[in-house]
């Protein structure tokens, strides 16, 4: 029996959400807004993403309110994508989906590790600091190597920004 196209018939909210962010790229462009990453060229290049997907799933994720779009330079026309609070929302998902994946894909060995901008200790999976407790949210996150990543891998500019430790949601300098 042959997968449908879509979730229509599905009264479900994870049906939905799947709709707009279940596809590999999409989830993707997504963690690498939260590293930095705004400009399509970036997105194209870290990613080898093919362009018309990519352009199809920014285009979706800004008319879902998950990016806006913002123009930083007339000509040529060029712009970059910016998480909104709506996909914002999104890092309790990508980082889940990470930790899984170190968990049971890469034995427990961390590509990146996450610490709390305000004392440096450690973010838990569940965004929790080890040291303060306080529950820190993306924008007081900083995310830096962890053992597991292979820094010489590709040599593309958003892995060399990703070579050093930076806070979450700032931009990535081109």
Known sequence: MALGKDYGLQDCALARTLELVGERWTLLIVRDAFYGVRRYSDFLAHLDVPRAVLSARLQALVDAGVFVKHRYRQSPPRAEYVLTERGADLWPIIRSMATWGETHVQNG?????????????????????AVCAALVGPRDTVVAPGPGANLLLRDDAVTRAMRTPHRLLEPLLP
């Open 109 to 129: 060995v961390p590509c990146r590790l996450y610490r709390h901008v305000d004392c440096g200790g450690t973010v838990d999976p569940s965004g929790s600091c």
